[in-house]
């Protein structure tokens, strides 16, 4: 089993170039969500899709899209990077949202020059 | 919203010592408490949870306690080794369709 695989692991980005980060779990999770982490600032949600077909802001979805392709697969996308968006971003996945084990990915660390 | 605040944000202890790390929480409504454990390029993995009908939960040298009245949860490890050594993040959340919010997290230093 695979779980959680986030694509790709390295990413270095010119100011206002985009892209998008792909997840994708093999564990037949109703939910995922994506994370960034920044030091001194713990895990901060971005945006989660609690089922297939639904998507919701989180903490800080400023500069952020994204899009619940079917239910294995949820994709986050910068239009426009910014330095600000320069981190680790994290997706994770869980069974459903009523209180469960969430399956982290190993991570992206983006850099925006 | 829930805010989570979580101490000390660095801990180093010798190996066999025991670590507590504490967290405290805002929303009275919030009933489910994990914690994660990162280590170094990995992504968090749930290592224990606690529902707020119980007051502590042990597994081998983990243990976490949770006070309600009080707002704070408390992750015990005793006996660490240096494969102890990650960040520890305390979150908490309501049941039924909700997120989790996180700590800060705290790094765990155990040294042989």
């Known amino acids: 089993n695979a779980g959680v695989t986030q694509t790709p692991k390295f990413q270095v980005l010119k100011t206002g170039q985009s892209m998008t980060l792909q997840c994708a779990q093999d564990?037949?999770?109703?939910?995922m969500y994506w994370y960034r982490q920044d030091p001194g600032m713990g895990l901060r949600l971005i945006y989660y899709s609690a089922s297939e077909g639904t998507t919701d802001k989180g903490e800080v979805p400023n500069g952020y899209n994204v899009s619940r392709l079917n239910k294995r697969e949820f994709s986050l996308r910068l239009e426009s990077a910014a330095p600000s968006q320069t981190s680790v971003y994290f997706c994770?996945?869980?069974?459903?949202?009523?209180?469960?084990?969430?399956?982290f990915g190993e991570g992206s660390r983006l850099t925006v020059l | 919203g829930e805010n989570v605040e979580q101490h000390p944000s660095t801990l180093s202890v010798q190996e066999g010592d025991s670590a507590v790390i504490k967290c405290t929480y805002s929303d009275s409504a919030s009933n489910y408490f994990p914690w994660y454990k990162q280590e170094l390029g990995k992504g968090p993995q749930l290592i224990i949870d606690i529902r707020s009908n119980v007051g502590e939960k042990k597994d081998q040298r983990i243990a976490v306690t949770l006070n309600k009245t009080a707002k704070h949860f408390s992750l015990h490890i005793t006996e660490t080794q240096p494969e102890d050594s990650a960040v520890y993040f305390c979150?908490?959340?309501?049941?039924?369709?909700?997120?989790?919010?996180f700590g800060k997290g705290t790094m765990l230093l155990v040294s042989p």
């Open positions: 979150a908490a959340s309501r049941s039924g369709y909700s997120t989790l919010t």
């Open positions: 564990m037949n999770h109703n939910s």
């Open positions: 994770a996945s869980i069974r459903d949202m009523i209180i469960g084990e969430l399956f």
